[in-house]
Structures are given as C-alpha cells and as structure tokens.
C-alpha cells in the first residue's frame, strides 16, 4: 500500500502544501539518547522549495531538539498525515540543517514564506530539509478532523519581544542553548534579524 516517489511534485507537493499540521523526527547518535517528536503548525510557516527540498520557519520556544539534533548527524523526518478528504500519510526522510540568522541565505529563504508574518513569532532559524526517501502510505486508521484556525497564541506571546528580549528569554532557558542530552542546540546570543 505504500509507495516510494522520487520527487516531492504533483498531487505530494500539494498534499504537503495544503495540510495545517505536520509532525518532526529528530534523534542524537547516542543509543540513550532523548528522541524527539514536535508537530508544526501555523498555516505558511513550510515550503516545497524544489522536488527534492523542504523546509519550514523555527519559531521561538522552550527547547532546541531539533536544532541540536540536526546540528550533530542531520537526520530529520518529515510527517503529514490527512486529518480531511482522502486517508494519506507522507513522510519525507533527509538531511537537514539549521539555517541561522546570519547566514548569507537568510533573505533569500524568508522569501519562499509569503503567506506568514514571522516577525511576530520570534523566527530563530529556518530548517531545511533534502529529501532522500519520499514515501506515501494509505492512512486508513487516521482519523478524521476538522481544521478551525490556527491558534494565536503563539503570536501574541512572542511579538511583544525584540532581537535582545528574545535572546534573553532562549538563555532563561534550560534546553535551548543546549539539548535535553547536553548536544548544542541554538547558537546564542541570536544575531539580529536582518533587515527585509
């Protein structure tokens, strides 16, 4: 039931396209080590950058697993699932990096994020992801739900800080500096936001 794709394109770029929620699998090398799982929301924050790239906006939060779990082995996988219309599951495994404020790609990736202000969510670094394994599977036990509305919350809370503030509340905090199993996590103090 399952197939293997070589290229994000078609009805899986749109499907990935046109979904509210997806999921992130990050783990460390270490056999003892935390894994991690985070969902992601919040309609606009990822892109199909070409058939073989993906990547999505790293808002402010209170942990950096995968950003330290990328920066030491680069493993990522990438989840979608149907919660409406059709049953389908695809998942994209790669490689993928943190790519920081101050890094000469910066602008150029902000650009593929036109539908989402991510000023007001305290943006600390775009993941991006190269696809290696494209898979889709049927979904059939997926339940159905329906999407309302992203929550604001996440908006409201971080658009009151500024580049310092921001840095100050990521080093108030245990696991942002570094991982829950002590591996680096985001590079502090953040460089400032460049200008648009």
Same mark, same amino acid.
């Given at each position: 039931?399952?197939?293997?794709?070589?290229? @994000?394109?078609?009805?899986?770029?749109?499907?990935?396209?046109?979904?509210?929620?997806?999921?992130? &699998?990050? +783990?460390? =090398?270490?056999?003892?080590?935390?894994?991690?799982?985070?969902?992601?929301?919040?309609?606009?924050?990822?892109?199909?950058?070409?058939?073989?790239?993906? &990547?999505? =906006?790293?808002?402010?939060?209170?942990? &950096?697993?995968?950003?330290?779990?990328?920066?030491?082995?680069?493993?990522?996988?990438?989840?979608?699932?149907?919660?409406?219309?059709?049953?389908?599951?695809?998942?994209?495994?790669?490689? !993928?990096?943190?790519?920081?404020?101050?890094? +000469?790609?910066?602008?150029?990736?902000?650009?593929?994020?036109?539908?989402?202000?991510?000023?007001?969510?305290?943006?600390? +670094?775009? @993941?991006?992801?190269?696809?290696?394994?494209?898979?889709?599977?049927?979904?059939? &036990?997926?339940?159905?739900?329906?999407?309302? +509305?992203?929550?604001?919350?996440?908006?409201?809370?971080?658009?009151?800080?500024?580049?310092?503030? =921001?840095?100050?509340?990521?080093? !108030?905090?245990?696991?942002?500096?570094?991982?829950?199993?002590?591996?680096?996590?985001?590079? =502090?103090?953040?460089?400032?936001?460049?200008?648009?």
């Amino acid at each position: 039931m399952g197939k293997t794709h070589e290229r @994000i394109e078609g009805r899986l770029r749109t499907f990935i396209e046109q979904q509210p929620l997806f999921f992130t &699998a990050t +783990a460390p =090398l270490s056999a003892d080590g935390t894994i991690n799982l985070s969902p992601k929301g919040l309609r606009g924050s990822w892109a199909v950058l070409d058939a073989h790239t993906v &990547a999505y =906006l790293d808002f402010a939060g209170s942990n &950096a697993e995968t950003i330290a779990h990328l920066r030491e082995n680069g493993r990522i996988t990438l989840m979608w699932c149907a919660f409406e219309g059709p049953p389908n599951i695809v998942r994209v495994h790669g490689r !993928g990096e943190p790519v920081f404020r101050d890094d +000469a790609r910066w602008r150029e990736l902000t650009g593929h994020f036109p539908d989402i202000d991510p000023t007001v969510h305290g943006l600390r +670094a775009i @993941i991006v992801v190269r696809a290696e394994l494209i898979r889709d599977t049927c979904g059939y &036990a997926v339940p159905f739900m329906s999407y309302d +509305a992203d929550r604001d919350l996440h908006g409201r809370r971080f658009a009151r800080e500024d580049d310092a503030s =921001l840095s100050d509340y990521f080093a !108030g905090k245990d696991h942002v500096a570094h991982s829950i199993d002590g591996l680096p996590g985001l590079p =502090l103090p953040l460089p400032p936001t460049p200008a648009s």
